[in-house]
């Protein structure tokens, strides 16, 4: 007789069209059953369209049918929610002060890093009004889905992106809405969105301390807040009010990142601190949070974003950023 475990595995190498992540991590499967040669495997049937639930149902036919001791298989498909078959472990939200600090640069960047180490990621880029994730990582491709929700798309490492650029008629097109549509829209990204099973979910806010980003964060199940901020004085003022709006909603600060930090002089061996003194370890204290990194400021990093290659930046501090965040939430390494 086939077991469960043969079986599980045999499905981790159906890919659902579109993600190309298994049945299995996109925890579609709900329903294994055995009963002397016959096999009765239940989907969810949520973001499949009928000629994908079709053609899964014949993928799964011929996989499971070569395992010894199958003599028929069943392939079934019961209604459900995205939001119902999520499983998400740790949701980081990533903050600042004030637009244009690279607030999305280091989301990216912290993603980057947690599939690197061999995670499942995803990025919710909230940042309705500028969003500029999908252009970092070069996706273009619209969500495929059906009328009971959406996937997200793959970048080219695997990470799973939501955006609502990848929506939009134009790439171009601005989105000017106010704060009660933004907070249905993250909503939305949230409960109509097929993540499956993902280790970390890595959330872009909205920049600043007004409604926007207290709408997401209200709205998701967030972890913890990485705040990022630039050594200018005025920024430092704007920080330790995200610091303050983090607190009073109640969410751990994860740890603090300082982008535009120096930039570095390979002639002379030298960091020049182009805006102002580093403030990273005065931002974490005032945060209480660690000093999670200190990105400098580099040509080839803005020249990588604006190709949408920013998955080939390789650097210590994104490694490092990577083994902080995957530390202070800690799930079992791969
Ligand atoms: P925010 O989300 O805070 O508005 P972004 O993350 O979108 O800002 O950053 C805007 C752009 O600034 C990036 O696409 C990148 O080109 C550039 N940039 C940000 N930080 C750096 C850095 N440390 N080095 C080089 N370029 C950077």
Not at 66 to 75: A, M, P, Q, Y
């Amino acid at each position: 007789m086939p077991t469960k475990k043969q079986l599980t595995e045999s499905l981790e190498t159906v890919l659902v069209p579109g993600i190309m992540r298994s049945v299995v991590k996109m925890n579609l499967v709900r329903d294994i059953s055995i009963s002397d040669q016959k096999v009765g495997i239940e989907l969810a049937s949520a973001t499949l369209a009928p000629p994908v639930q079709e053609w899964l149902k014949e993928k799964i036919e011929g996989v499971t049918g070569k395992i010894k001791g199958v003599k028929e298989v069943n392939v079934s498909f019961t209604d459900s929610t995205p939001k119902d078959l999520n499983q998400i472990s740790h949701i980081i939200a990533v903050m600042s002060g004030k637009g244009g600090v690279g607030k999305s640069l280091v989301a990216s960047l912290a993603a980057i890093a947690l599939k690197r180490q061999g995670y499942e990621v995803g990025i919710l880029d909230a940042d309705i009004t500028g969003p500029s994730i999908p252009k970092m990582f070069g996706i273009t491709d619209r969500p495929s889905g059906s009328d009971t929700g959406i996937l997200p798309v793959p970048s080219r490492s695997g990470i799973e992106v939501i955006s609502i650029n990848l929506l939009l008629p134009s790439e171009d097109d601005a989105v000017i809405w106010r704060g009660p549509l933004i907070g249905k829209a993250i909503t939305q990204f949230w409960e109509e969105v097929l993540w499956g099973k993902l280790d970390y979910l890595v959330v872009d806010l909205p920049p600043g301390t007004a409604d926007a980003p207290l709408t997401v964060m209200q709205t998701l199940p967030v972890s913890g807040v990485i705040i990022v901020f630039t050594p200018q004085d005025l920024t430092m003022m704007v920080v330790r009010k995200a610091v303050k709006m983090a607190q009073q909603m109640g969410k751990p600060i994860i740890g603090v990142v300082e982008n535009m930090s120096h930039f570095y002089v390979p002639e002379i061996d030298k960091k020049i601190e182009i805006f102002g003194k580093s403030r990273g370890e005065e931002m974490a204290s005032a945060a209480n949070a660690p000093l999670l990194g200190q990105l400098p400021i580099d040509p080839e990093l803005a020249k990588l974003c604006d190709e949408g290659n920013v998955e080939q930046y390789s650097a210590e501090v994104v490694d490092k950023l990577g083994q902080s965040l995957s530390k202070s939430l800690s799930i079992k390494a791969k």
